[in-house]
């Protein structure tokens, strides 16, 4: 390490008295802090081409992982927003004596609440872990 960093350079630092709001936080008020000569000579050490290309394929893995999940909503909003199609079998008779099941309409009441109770937050959630899933591999500097 110190061959790459240099030789370290340890100091104390007291927290201010407007930073103590509990008992434990008189018990580490006092901090030391390392510091290391060469620390800032190495600030786009990561961030070269191979690093870049890592970068992409793991966001385009990344990506391609959470398209299955949103088919599924697609899917799932097609089918409660519109209108089922005809001759939709939920359940198929596999017996002379049993009837088929097929689905001729959903409820308003049904619609909304399939959509206020799963597939809204699912949707919600899909967006969330997305969005910062994609920004945390992008703020990421190293392998």
Do not use: K
């Not at 008295?17 to 008992?23: D, F, L």
């Not at 309409?105 to 969005?131: C, D, E, H, Q, W």
């Amino acid at each position: 390490r110190a061959e790459m960093c240099g030789l370290p350079a340890t100091s104390s630092q007291h927290l201010p008295q407007s930073e103590m709001v509990t008992r434990w936080d008189e018990l580490t008020r006092h901090l030391l802090v390392v510091e290391f000569e060469r620390y800032a000579e190495y600030p786009d050490l990561q961030l070269n081409a191979n690093y870049i290309v890592f970068l992409f394929l793991i966001l385009v893995l990344w990506t391609m992982s959470m398209l299955e999940e949103f088919r599924s909503l697609a899917h799932w909003w097609r089918v409660l927003l519109g209108s089922p199609a005809l001759g939709v079998e939920v359940f198929t008779a596999a017996e002379s004596d049993e009837t088929s099941v097929e689905m001729s309409n959903l409820t308003f009441a049904y619609r909304m609440l399939n959509i206020l109770l799963s597939l809204g937050p699912r949707t919600v959630i899909f967006v969330t872990i997305l969005y910062f899933g994609t920004l945390y591999l992008i703020q990421s500097h190293s392998y």
